[in-house]
T-cell receptor, first 113, second 114 residues
Framework: QQQVKQSPQSLIVQKGGISIINCAYENTAFDYFPWYQQFPGKGPALLIAIRPDVSEKKEGRFTISFNKSAKQFSLHIMDSQPGDSATYFCAARQANAGNMLTFGGGTRLMVKP | DGGITQSPKYLFRKEGQNVTLSCEQNLNHDAMYWYRQDPGQGLRLIYYSQIVNDFQKGDIAEGYSVSREKKESFPLTVTSAQKNPTAFYLC?????????????FGQGTRLTVV
């Protein structure tokens, strides 16, 4: 049972373009939604996160949009750069279950120069 | 410097062998987690521990065992009962509680059955 569905699985964007990755969840007990960035052979690192009482959060070129009623959230990378090429994971945390994170399947982003 | 250290980086296991993956953190975090990563499937939770001497099964605990004798350490044993152990294993830790706390990940251990 996949509680967090992520799309697309892979994405190719030209340098300077906008990368958009979408996630949907079902469990309304999730209370915290982070995005992680992972480079090959490395562990994931937190990129940006949002709580469900906020509809949008922006940090530099990265923006999370959150739609609580639709149970969907997305990551937008503005002015995408080749250095952004990595795998991105959305996740959802359930505080009353040990704070464990449930991850989406990941999106492999390639930004072409 | 603070962080999570996983060792070894690469591990090879023969059929029928148990192997133990090490995870140590010096962040003074209460909670620790083990995830398994397979291509195209994201990260799946194996076990987690919120406090010393206590741990719970995650979504795919069969064939794995853990211990939490010290706050800093959360080793994972991949037993011979795990039929498909080849994967990238990630350990993580967080402060715990109900805050917006970040989970920090180690650099992973790539386990291969030979």
């Amino acid at each position: 049972q996949q509680q967090v569905k992520q799309s697309p699985q892979s994405l190719i964007v030209q340098k300077g373009g906008i990368s958009i990755i979408n996630c949907a969840y079902e469990n309304t007990a999730f209370d915290y939604f982070p995005w992680y960035q992972q480079f090959p052979g490395k562990g994931p690192a937190l990129l940006i996160a949002i709580r469900p009482d906020v509809s949008e959060k922006k940090e530099g070129r990265f923006t999370i949009s959150f739609n609580k009623s639709a149970k969907q959230f997305s990551l937008h990378i503005m002015d995408s750069q080749p250095g952004d090429s990595a795998t991105y994971f959305c996740a959802a945390r359930q505080a009353n279950a040990g704070n464990m994170l449930t991850f989406g399947g990941g999106t492999r982003l390639m930004v072409k120069p | 410097d603070g962080g999570i250290t996983q060792s070894p980086k690469y591990l090879f296991r023969k059929e029928g062998q148990n192997v133990t993956l090490s995870c140590e953190q010096n962040l003074n975090h209460d909670a620790m987690y083990w995830y398994r990563q397979d291509p195209g499937q994201g990260l799946r939770l194996i076990y987690y521990s919120q406090i010393v001497n206590d741990f719970q099964k995650g979504d795919i605990a069969e064939g794995y065992s853990v211990s939490r004798e010290k706050k800093e350490s959360f080793p994972l044993t991949v037993t011979s009962a795990q039929k498909n152990p080849t994967a990238f294993y990630l350990c993580a830790s967080s402060i715990g509680g109900h805050l917006n706390t970040e989970a920090f990940f180690g650099q992973g251990t790539r386990l291969t059955v030979v």
